[in-house]
């Protein structure tokens, strides 16, 4: 059994997840600097669009991943996915609390979101790409 | 003087007592987690009641242990673990990491979140706030921090733990790693400086 994967072999997750997290975190500055006013939604919508694009793209190389402990990408996926449904989900009831709705408040929320998938795949990621792989 | 160090006897050599088992390592610490859910819990019933000087608390508390852990980590303890031997450096990360692991996500979001209600009643996250530049900043500031804790630091503290979960740790992958870990705590290190000037500057307005 190999000890680990041919790094080199492996798709850029990491660099796209950081490229994903940045896009997101840049629209939330972007809104929350306008604040109380509504900030014009086209920079927060194309963050948005960009953030899931470049998730939706990982989630396809992933797939398409063989060789790889697929275990340990879950066992610390699925983990790391409840803590930050758990912060995000602080966050959203914070910017709800303070009165934040309509549109901003959806945008705000899909930030959320995509936040708190990027962050777990990442730490999945850079965890079983340094795993044996499962057999298949 | 001389006397003393005589009579002082230290074993230096063989297996030092209350050697680390690496096979009993916890990657996340469960007997913290109770104490991470009752802070989280306060921080809710804080936010939802409104409670000023629980806000107060949460931030100045919450943010004032980050940013001295991050200085801390970065300026002190990490400059130490580049100079020891690797099996040294295995032995403090494992004792060390699981706890940085529970610790710093929690003060993070305690801070950011009561900081955030408490901008929000003292009305320095509206726009018309005279300083709302150096507010801005701060958020710049948070985002950059988060980026290299979230998208580096983290990652390569946790892939660190899961090799050393082995039985035959990768010291390679591990030094690499930790390499990335002290250099990326020094950064942090550095932004939480920044961080500093700009928390005492809203202050002082």
């Known amino acids: 059994m190999k000890d680990m994967p041919d790094q080199d072999s492996l798709p850029p997750v990491t660099e796209v997840c950081v490229a994903a997290m940045i896009a997101i975190i840049a629209g939330g500055i972007y809104m929350a600097s306008h604040l109380p006013k509504a900030a014009a939604t086209t920079l927060p919508i194309i963050v948005i669009v960009v953030g899931f694009a ?3 793209w990982n989630v396809l190389v992933l797939s398409r991943l063989r060789e ?3 275990s340990s990408f879950w066992l610390v996926g699925r983990w790391a996915l409840l803590a930050y449904v758990v912060i995000g989900g602080m966050l959203a009831f914070v910017f709800v609390r303070d009165g934040t709705r309509g549109t901003q408040l959806v945008l705000v929320t899909l930030m959320l979101i995509a936040y708190a998938l990027i962050i777990p795949m990442l730490l999945a990621f850079s965890v079983a790409r340094y795993q044996p792989p499962d057999d298949y | 003087m001389a006397d003393m160090t005589h009579e002082a006897s230290v074993p ?16 996340v610490p469960l007997r913290g987690l109770p104490i991470v859910g009752v802070v989280l819990g306060l921080l809710v019933a804080t936010i939802a009641a409104d409670w000023g000087w629980g806000l107060d608390f949460f931030h100045v508390v919450g943010g004032g242990l980050w940013t001295a852990i991050d200085l801390f980590v970065g300026f002190v303890v990490g400059p130490i673990i580049g100079r020891l031997s690797i099996p040294a450096r295995i032995e403090f990360s494992a004792r060390f990491m699981p706890k940085m692991l529970l610790l710093m996500p929690t003060l993070v979001i305690c801070t950011m979140a009561s900081g955030w209600q408490l901008g929000h009643h003292l009305g320095f996250t509206d726009a018309s706030y005279f300083r709302h530049g150096w507010i801005v ?5 948070v985002g950059v921090m988060s980026v290299i804790a979230l998208g580096i630091l983290e990652p390569a503290n946790l892939a660190v733990l899961f090799e050393l979960k082995k039985p035959n740790p990768n010291r390679e992958l591990i030094a690499k790693l930790m390499k990335r870990f002290i250099y990326t705590a020094g950064v942090t290190g550095a932004m939480q400086v920044a961080t500093l000037v700009i928390m005492t500057r809203i202050a002082s307005a």
């Open chain 1, 54 to 56: 470049l998730i939706g």
């Open chain 1, 68 to 70: 790889f402990s697929w």
């Open chain 2, 12 to 27: 230096l050599a063989g297996q030092p007592a209350g050697a680390f088992d690496r096979s009993q390592l916890q990657i």
């Open chain 2, 137 to 141: 900043a701060s958020y710049i500031v």
